[in-house]
């Protein structure tokens, strides 16, 4: 019997149940929450996209988790092809790094998408062993006069509840599919992502526009500033590398800290 092709997903936040035992090729970021997240689903093998690297190499974190639980994993280099763009990825991705258990199924850096998935995708894998829980991901850091600063390693986590209020997210700063209502789900007064190296045509800056247009102050932060993936990272250590209109308009500035920014956003709240 033929095995399944390969999924092809903007997210590791869109597998579900139906991933179990796949071959998966998610446009998130190569961080340990990303690789935990397909983890969850049983995947069989994984590639994500390097985010840039960054700060204590996070960007590609999540191959180190895999390879120690026997998952077979890559990443795709930013610079060739869109974060948050699954299809981009298969079409023109290039390998950056890859895992023990991938290198042994010939992957190498370099290596085409399609070519990493067609060898992933043959290779009769097991699915993930289903992993421990996660520390919490959803922290609120601050609060002044109602209006709440959550810090979140992943912007699925953000909920309706959270309109009004200030998101610091560990997730990219680039829209699922190049769709706008994939910025942000709710209606938040200022979000802040990692840019994840700006990347293949700029697509690691291109929820700033998307935020803007529903009057959201939003900006990212370096991916050599805060870790990838951990939104107290975000919050503690990320400076601000880009930044819409109505950021701006509040105070906001590139170069300042995430905490400044988000400072400035209250003063002018």
Excluded at 155 to 179: E, K, M, W, Y
Excluded at 222 to 249: K, P
Aim: aromatic content about 4%.
């Amino acid at each position: 019997m033929p095995a399944e092709a390969p999924l092809v997903l903007d997210s590791v936040t869109l597998l579900g149940a139906a991933a179990r035992g796949r071959v998966a090729l998610c446009a998130s970021h190569g961080g340990v929450y990303a690789a935990w997240y397909a983890a969850r689903f049983g995947v069989a093998g994984l590639v994500l996209h390097d985010a840039g690297v960054g700060r204590d190499r996070a960007g590609v974190a999540g191959l180190g988790w895999l390879a120690a639980r026997g998952v077979p994993a890559a990443c795709i280099g930013h610079a060739s092809a869109r974060i948050g763009d699954g299809a981009d990825m298969a079409a023109r991705g290039l390998l950056s790094a890859v895992n023990a258990p991938a290198a042994a199924l010939g992957l190498a850096e370099g290596m085409a998408a399609a070519d990493a998935l067609a060898r992933l995708g043959t290779a009769a894998l097991p699915p993930a062993e289903a992993p421990d829980a996660m520390d919490e991901a959803r922290r609120q850091v601050a609060e002044h006069r109602g209006i709440r600063v959550l810090a979140l390693d992943s912007n699925g986590l953000v909920d309706p509840d959270d309109a009004g209020h200030i998101v610091a997210t560990g997730s990219h700063g680039g829209l699922l599919g190049g769709r706008p209502e994939t910025a942000v789900k709710a209606a938040v007064l200022a979000a802040i992502y990692n840019d994840a190296g700006g990347g293949a045509d700029g697509a690691g800056f291109s929820r700033l526009p998307a935020l803007e247009a529903r009057g959201i102050a939003g900006a990212t932060v370096s991916c050599f500033s805060a870790r990838i993936g951990d939104g107290m990272s975000t919050w503690q250590d990320g400076y601000v590398s880009a930044l819409n209109a109505t950021a701006a308009a509040r105070g906001g500035r590139i170069g300042q800290s995430a905490r400044d920014f988000v400072a400035a956003i209250l003063e002018h709240a």
